[in-house]
Each structure stands twice: as structure tokens, then as C-alpha cells.
């Protein structure tokens, strides 16, 4: 028989606890639960009034995966959705994970979390900008570090303050709060921050997806910031060999970088760190923080 969990009056029919989801370290479902609702402050925060996008991996990261926009079959009438129009379908619509129950409803799907740049209501007007840093062997995470802080310092010299996460996978990406900006705006300015890096940092740093460019090579990938484009969401648990979370860190740990394993975190890892250092992605959030994107790239403010 399926547990019935009460969360904050909802009823949630939670299946299968037992089962291993990370066959590398024993990870289950439970224990994916108990991650989620340890860090539901912080990740709530940061998916709030945003539509959700899940990659959904029920059978652990060797099964299959499938990424979807729409509303699962069976979500409860108590979900918040928001209208998201798109061009094959102008009546589609989102999650919003906006509570405990349903973030506990959508964990226990077995999810990734990916959000977009913008929030409910404003679609494809952005109130951050994400570089994804995506090292090509035999760079690593150490090679993203090094681009990384050439792009902290360079986005600082155009007034603009950035905070930076593991991927969960094998990189970095960096997000910038930003004054409410159209996404097309936010792409063109990436985009040329990202050319302008592989210009001072050739032998670091490629603009272009194109897999012959990469070895050994770090991509700023700044297409993230397209308008139908979504990025992992902070805290999130990534769909990997082991139960690896996309974990903010602080620019003096990307400083002190020097092996791959100096940033992978692990779902076991995060709770504590939110205890000693709080979360380290909360200036996101602080409208003090928010830049605007500087004239002289073209931009209007």
C-alpha cells in the first residue's frame, strides 16, 4: 500500500521509498524526499514564481530520462500552474512549485528542477543572466574555475555583481541578477561577453558549441539566457552516477580550486553547508544586487 504523507494539508501518496535511485551509493527515493525537504527553504526561494521544467529520471540515472514542460498526467487541482504560451501550443502551461507539498509532489516524481530567467506573468523578461561553464576533456571544473573568475571580474567592471554553483555535473555556471531586462537583450549582451573571453583567454576559454573547439577547453554556453531556454535551479538533485546537487559556492572556494573534487557535492553534503554558510545564491534575490546591462554594449537600459 502507497504511504499517504500529510504536507501542510495536503495529501501526497509517496511511492516506493525503498528504491535505490543511485546504484553507485545506495541513494533512495526516501532519502531523495528527506534531501528535498532539508533544503526546501533556500530552493523554494529560488524557483519561486517561476514555471518549472522537469527532467524526470524514475528509474535512477541509468533508466530512462525525459524532460517535460507540461503538466504531468495526475498533477492535483491544488498545483499552481501559470500560463506559458508556445507557438505549437498557445494554451500550454507550467508547474509552479510554489509550497512544501508541492515540491514534495514534484520530488517524488524524481525530478530535476530547471528554471528559466524570468518569472511567471513576464515571459522572456529576464531578472538574471546564467553562463554555463562546460569544461571539454581533459579540462575540468579547475579549468571553469579559471574562466570563471576572468568573468566575475570582467562583469564587475560593468557594474554587475556574479555568484557562482556547480553544475552537478562537470562545470560551473554563473548568474547575475539583473534589473528586469528583455531576454533578447540579456542573450546579445552574453553572447558578447562570452566572445570577448575567448578573445583575452584563447588557449581557455571557447564561445562556440561546436565539439572540434572544445578539448581541453572551457564553453561559456550563453544561450541559457534565450527565453524558451532553462537552467538547473540551485540546490537542485542532478540525474548522475551519484547523487550529485547543482551546490552555490563562494568565490574564495572557486579561488581554492585545484582538484575536479573540490566541488562535487553531494546531497549529504549541502544541508550542512546551508547551516555554516547559509545560502550562498541569497543575494539573488536582493534587489540592491540587480545590474543593468551597461550602454556601451548596444543595450538600452
Known amino acids: 500500500m502507497t504511504p499517504i504523507t500529510l504536507v501542510e494539508g495536503r495529501r501526497i501518496a509517496l511511492s516506493n521509498l525503498d528504491k535505490v535511485l543511485y546504484p553507485e551509493t545506495g541513494f533512495t527515493k526516501g532519502e531523495v524526499l528527506h534531501y528535498y525537504a532539508l533544503v526546501a527553504g533556500p530552493l523554494l526561494a529560488h524557483i519561486h514564481d517561476r514555471p518549472v521544467s522537469f527532467l524526470r ?15 504531468p498526467p495526475g498533477t492535483p487541482d491544488w498545483v499552481k500552474t501559470t500560463p506559458v504560451p508556445r507557438s505549437e501550443d498557445l494554451s500550454a502551461a507550467q508547474v509552479v512549485v510554489a509550497d512544501m507539498a508541492t515540491l514534495m509532489w514534484s520530488a517524488n516524481l524524481v525530478v530535476e528542477f530547471h528554471t528559466p530567467q524570468w518569472t511567471a506573468g513576464r515571459p522572456a523578461v529576464a531578472d538574471r543572466m546564467v553562463l554555463d561553464l562546460d569544461p571539454g576533456a581533459p579540462a575540468s571544473v579547475v579549468e ?64 562556440r558549441m561546436a565539439k572540434a ?5 572551457v564553453f561559456v554556453d550563453h544561450s541559457q539566457n534565450a527565453a524558451a531556454k532553462t537552467t538547473a535551479a540551485p540546490y537542485t538533485l542532478r540525474a548522475r552516477a551519484r547523487p550529485t ?33 547559509g545560502d550562498l545564491f541569497g543575494p539573488l534575490s536582493d534587489l540592491d544586487r540587480a545590474g543593468r546591462l551597461p550602454r556601451t554594449r548596444g543595450h538600452r537600459p
Open 213 to 217: 573547439l572544445r578539448p581541453g577547453k
Open 144 to 207: 571553469c574555475c579559471a574562466a570563471a573568475l576572468w568573468l566575475r571580474d570582467r562583469l564587475a567592471a560593468d557594474g554587475l555583481h556574479a555568484y557562482a554553483k556547480t553544475s552537478g555535473s562537470k562545470g560551473l555556471h554563473l548568474a547575475v541578477p539583473l534589473e528586469p531586462t528583455p531576454s533578447e537583450q540579456v542573450s546579445a549582451y552574453a553572447k558578447l561577453l562570452a566572445q570577448e573571453a575567448e578573445r583575452e583567454l584563447p588557449d581557455l576559454i571557447v564561445h
Open 57 to 71: 529520471y524514475p528509474d535512477g540515472p541509468d533508466g530512462q530520462l525525459f524532460f517535460t514542460k507540461n503538466p
Open 245 to 277: 546537487v547543482s551546490a552555490p559556492v563562494s568565490w574564495e572556494e572557486v579561488e581554492a580550486c585545484r582538484r575536479p573534487s573540490d566541488l562535487v557535492f553531494l546531497a549529504d553534503d549541502v544541508p550542512p553547508r546551508l547551516e555554516r554558510d
